[in-house]
């Protein structure tokens, strides 16, 4: 053989190799596109993987995680920008807020960039907003399982507030939808009473084992017209709900009161009758992310998100509410 001749062919193995480099590398890197009731399943399936997720990002204090009404509430999904952005969300008691880091993010030895294009800064100005914030968008990020906890009924632990959950680094945003409506509720989490600050008073959560799954089938329910007044009278959905919780005939919530009134939402109280009467607080809302289970998205039910009973004297103290 020519000496010409094999280095052409070396020039075209050599091409080849490398071509075939990019592309096994090019391949690495596409991401995987998975549900978060997927990641939820089973984690450690997905440690270190890069994924694309569409889901729901809740954020308020202490708490910026991923949720999905159709999913289970656990294993919680912490989500942090990665490059030099910050998301700002307190994960721990004391720790400063910062925007910004000095370097760009590294997790488990993984550097973990950042695009921060028009996407990105739409997603942190929605997510941004007080004093809590939900955002519907498409994430392009670095997963990390954690490690599992059996004394914590078998939950992943290691990100976020107290170390409590995995985490998705986002590297991109791909997509956010935009939140003009103005007849909807864009907050995660429900109003909460006022507690009494004397000796044996207390409130419980009537609610407490609420899910977001109840709210669809209210949607369900209300699209099919039952009940009737579900999308324009959220007095009677309020009072109705609270009748039905108590296990008391409708008619005698009486004097049900609002309280206080926000876009999508409104809160309301209710005293019972009686030597020792109990206080309850009703929150009824147009939840934003229930518009993209409804037949019609503008058309969207007044759904009870919260319910208490506040009184002195009771053996019960505060029950943790659940966040929407």
Not at 152 to 178: E, F, K, T
Request: hydrophobic share 40%; charged share 20%; glycine share 6%.
């Amino acid at each position: 053989m020519s000496p010409v001749r094999s280095r052409r062919i070396c020039f075209v193995f050599a091409c080849c190799a490398v071509a075939l480099c990019f592309s096994t590398r090019a391949r690495a890197q596409e991401p995987e596109k998975v549900t978060l009731c997927q990641l939820q399943s089973d984690p450690a399936a997905f440690n270190h993987h890069l994924v694309e997720i569409t889901a729901f990002a809740s954020r308020g204090f202490e708490e910026f995680t991923l949720f999905d009404p159709t999913c289970s509430s656990s294993p919680v999904v912490w989500l942090e920008y990665g490059g030099t952005a910050d998301s700002g969300a307190m994960y721990c008691c004391g720790v400063p807020i910062d925007r910004k880091r000095p370097a760009e993010l590294v997790v488990e030895n993984m550097a973990v960039p950042l695009v921060a294009d028009e996407e990105f800064q739409q997603f942190d100005r929605l997510i941004q907003s007080p004093p809590d914030a939900t955002a519907h968008a498409t994430f392009l990020g670095r997963f990390f399982s954690g490690q599992l906890d059996e004394a914590s009924a078998g939950s992943q632990r290691g990100y976020g507030h107290m170390r409590c959950c995995s985490l998705l680094a986002i590297q991109q945003i791909i997509a956010v939808d935009p939140e003009t409506r103005t007849d909807l509720d864009y907050r995660p989490s429900a109003d909460e009473p006022k507690i009494e600050n004397k000796a044996g008073c207390g409130v419980r959560d009537l609610l407490f084992k609420h899910v977001r799954a109840e709210l669809i089938d209210a949607q369900r329910h209300a699209e099919a017209g039952e009940p009737p007044f579900a999308f324009d009278d959220p007095d009677r959905v309020g009072a109705g709900s609270l009748a039905a919780l108590l296990q008391v005939d409708a008619g005698s919530i009486t004097h049900f009161k609002r309280t206080h009134q926000a876009q999508g939402r409104v809160s309301y109280e209710w005293r019972s009758h009686g030597d020792t009467p109990n206080s309850y607080m009703v929150v009824v809302s147009k939840p934003y992310w229930l518009s993209f289970y409804a037949k019609d998205p503008k058309k969207v039910a007044w759904v009870v998100i919260a319910a208490y009973e506040s009184s002195c004297g009771l053996a019960n103290g505060k029950h943790g509410h659940f966040p929407l």
